[in-house]
T-cell receptor
Framework: SQTIHQWPATLVQPVGSPLSLECTVEGTSNPNLYWYRQAAGRGLQLLFYSVGIGQISSEVPQNLSASRPQDRQFILSSKKLLLSDSGFYLC?????????????FGPGTRLTVT | SQQGEEDPQALSIQEGENATMNCSYKTSINNLQWYRQNSGRGLVHLILIRSNEREKHSGRLRVTLDTSKKSSSLLITASRAADTASYFCATALASGNTGKLIFGQGTTLQVKP
């Protein structure tokens, strides 16, 4: 069966510090991968998605970047965090080419920038 | 602009009652999905309804889709305290094959025991 992991679960970082959040998927090959951010009490904002290694699409201009160095690994990064980067970050995957686009989510990372 | 808008934003009911949540969207879709999120957790897929379907059932869940009104509803029957969570609709657009979903802002459901 497929599983998706995210770490760390929680993170407190000072303004101006770098960020690296990691997401890995097990039990499937060639997945679509997604990074979302969720503000408190709000819906999900799609940040990045990837259809293959090294292929990243950015949905909104911001202080973050994403990379996909391996088929089932998706990394969210920042060189210098801003207060506005605080939020709940969710990674998700879906089956490449499937018409349903049903997505499977990881447990999330709670990021607080102080 | 937001593709999915949900109504109500918050809903509080007693255990055993039915809960109805609504979702409206703006552009043509391939399918519409409903997800559930327990506090502080990731989202879990509940049910998917395709654009050529009008109603779908899964256990205590019933989803309807009206493409002429660009709206969907999620009904949870005989609610339980464990149904307390946020519920999100998400649409897969009809054009393009990006695998992207557009999520609504969600409805927060509280079921009181």
């Amino acid at each position: 069966s497929q599983t998706i992991h995210q770490w760390p679960a929680t993170l407190v970082q000072p303004v101006g510090s770098p960020l690296s959040l990691e997401c890995t998927v097990e039990g499937t090959s060639n997945p679509n991968l997604y990074w979302y951010r969720q503000a408190a009490g709000r819906g999900l904002q799609l940040l990045f998605y990837s259809v293959g290694i090294g292929q990243i699409s950015s949905e909104v201009p911001q202080n973050l970047s994403a990379s996909r160095p391996q088929d089932r690994q998706f990394i969210l990064s920042s060189k210098k965090l801003l207060l506005s980067d605080s939020g709940f970050y969710l990674c998700a995957w879906s089956v490449l080419g499937a018409s349903s686009y049903e997505q499977y989510f990881g447990p999330g990372t709670r990021l607080t920038v102080t | 602009s937001q593709q999915g808008e949900e109504d109500p934003q918050a809903l509080s009911i007693q255990e055993g009652e039915n809960a109805t949540m609504n979702c409206s969207y703006k552009t043509s879709i391939n399918n519409l999905q409903w997800y559930r999120q327990n506090s502080g957790r990731g989202l879990v897929h509940l049910i998917l309804i395709r654009s050529n379907e009008r109603e779908k059932h899964s256990g205590r869940l019933r989803v309807t889709l009206d493409t002429s009104k660009k709206s969907s509803s999620l009904l949870i029957t005989a609610s339980r305290a464990a149904d307390t969570a946020s519920y999100f609709c998400a649409t897969a657009l009809a054009s393009g094959n990006t695998g992207k979903l557009i999520f609504g802002q969600g409805t927060t459901l509280q079921v009181k025991p």
